[in-house]
């Protein structure tokens, strides 16, 4: 089975592609969902910020390094 950071990586970017993490009350992330309709997601009630495929990965990144530590 792969990660997803491991699926992003291998498959490439896609432009216009967004994402939401929402995380746990710890900072820990919970779920990574995409977004299928970006510019409809922002209209609603209280949106999560969005991230781009680059910001995604690198935010997967971040979080193993810090649970590595």
Do not use: C, F
């Not at 792969?2 to 995380?23: E, F, M, N, Y």
């Amino acid at each position: 089975m792969t990660s997803l950071k491991a699926h992003l990586k291998r498959q490439g970017t896609v432009r216009g592609r967004r994402w939401i993490v929402k995380r746990y009350a710890n900072d820990a992330i919970r779920e990574v969902k995409m977004i299928y309709n970006p510019k409809e997601y922002e209209k609603g009630k209280n949106p999560r910020p969005m991230y781009g495929d680059k910001a995604l990965i690198k935010i997967l990144d971040d979080e193993k390094q810090k649970n590595n530590s």
